[in-house]
């Protein structure tokens, strides 16, 4: 057997890795060890959750866990196919017409997951000779499906409607097609996009307009329908965009438009065409988590009475939690804006020590500089739980002189 010594083609991995072990950016993953709850187990140790995205505590949630259970004796365990072979189950399709529903729409397609539902769709509904005008702070997946499409991606201003409208002005007369694009809630600062205004510019200048609502899906609007409810700008957004991920508590993507729109997408959107579709205890999950929704609203007013009582608490304890040199947060995310990644991750490391688990989000993530913890607060975080957190969060921060 030759045994050639080869040099490793890999090698400038390595050396990438050993650039961010010196930033002091470099990470371990922490493994989970239980539930995924506001007091859980991660490598070992107890901890106050605060990272998790599980706003309305749905992943262990009784009824959810019957109707995966029930599926899989039922169904099995996979789909066995793409959807447009041999993979839509009749619980995929009760899904989609469940959320259709739900959001007062006329169609919807699930996806296998948000990154899925964004990029599949904006590659799909735009070509080369298309245009794209997103918001600077919008998600990798909406990013990566503008890449994909190969549309001229221009990048306004984090919620700057004049920025927005002078990029459309400058293209009003290309004869490509224009889509205006903003996340509903924005995952690192929790603030909200600008809906009614970018509905009017989307209008003015004859552009698709569409929403990501991953955070916004079980949060904002009645009963948790998202963004486009909660500005009541319903049949001005033509490609809403929600997560089964979040909140719902599982796993999934999904769009919601006109049935010609997700008909098309059922045609074109690769991930669609050329990924799996969901195994039928996710589907059946997800169609038990939208009953929830209608038939459980107290928890989406306690998400809302846990981050009202957070964000005074982190205020009152004198951390920066966005507003002067960030955006400020709307929504049950709130992050504490430290600046220095390396900085940032050794907090989060100490908080952890002492219990608690905030993740340090550093840059690309977010920009150089603007390095935080995030924080998210769900509904089943109890009050305990958060004056626990809160005493540690004040106590590690004034030992690293974070705080005064
Ligand atoms: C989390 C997130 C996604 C991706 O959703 P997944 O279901 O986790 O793939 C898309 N857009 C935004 C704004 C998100 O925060």
Redesign the pocket.
């Known amino acids: 057997m030759a045994t050639a010594t080869r040099t490793n083609p890999l090698s400038y991995l390595t050396e990438q890795l050993n650039d961010l072990k010196t930033k002091g950016t470099y990470f371990h993953l922490r493994v989970l060890e239980d539930e995924q709850a506001p007091e859980c187990t991660f490598d070992g140790k107890r901890v106050i959750n605060l990272a998790s995205?599980n706003y309305l505590g749905l992943t262990t949630h009784p009824k959810l866990r019957e109707a995966a259970l029930e599926a899989t004796r039922k169904y099995g365990v996979g789909s066995g196919a793409v959807r447009t072979i041999a993979g839509t189950m009749r619980i995929h399709m009760q899904l989609e017409e469940k959320i259709a529903r739900f959001k007062n729409v006329e169609a919807c397609v699930v996806f296998q997951?948000?990154?899925?539902?964004?990029a599949g769709t904006v590659s799909a509904v735009l070509g080369k000779d298309d245009f794209i005008i997103s918001d600077q702070l919008?998600?990798a997946?909406?990013i990566d499906g503008a890449r994909l499409s190969r549309a001229k991606i221009l990048v306004f201003e984090h919620k700057n409607i004049a920025d927005a409208e002078a990029k459309l002005a400058s293209i009003a007369d290309q004869s490509g097609k224009k889509l205006l694009i903003t996340?509903g809630?924005?995952?690192m600062d929790g603030d909200i996009g600008p809906l009614p205004a970018l509905c009017d510019l989307a209008e003015k200048y004859g552009a698709i307009m569409m929403v990501?609502d991953?955070?916004a899906s079980g949060v904002l609007g009645r009963n948790g329908r998202g963004t486009v409810d909660h500005f009541n700008v319903h049949g001005r957004v033509d490609i809403q965009?929600g997560?089964?991920?979040?909140a719902i508590g599982a796993?999934?993507?999904y769009v919601c438009g006109s049935r010609d729109l997700i008909e098309f997408l059922y045609h074109r959107a690769r991930p669609f065409l050329f990924s799996t579709s969901h195994p039928p205890s996710v589907a059946a999950t997800c169609i038990a988590a939208f009953e929830v929704l209608e038939e459980e609203p107290q928890r989406i007013e306690k998400l809302w009475e846990n981050t009202r009582f957070w964000k005074k608490e982190l205020a009152l304890l004198g951390f920066d939690i966005g507003g002067k040199t960030t955006p400020a947060s709307e929504t049950p995310i709130t992050p504490i804006i430290i600046g220095d990644g390396k900085r940032t991750l050794e907090f989060s490391r100490e908080l952890f020590k002492e219990g608690v688990l905030g993740t340090g989000i550093t840059f690309p993530t977010v920009p150089e500089g603007k390095a935080r913890i995030r924080t998210i607060m769900t509904a089943t975080h109890t009050r305990d739980e958060l004056d626990h957190a809160l005493n540690v969060l004040g106590k590690v921060g004034k030992r690293m002189g974070i705080l005064n």
Not at 243 to 246: A, E, G, M, N
């Open positions: 995205n997951s948000g990154f899925a539902a964004n919008n998600h997946s909406i996340d809630v924005f995952s990501d991953a955070h965009v997560t089964l991920s979040k796993l999934g993507g």
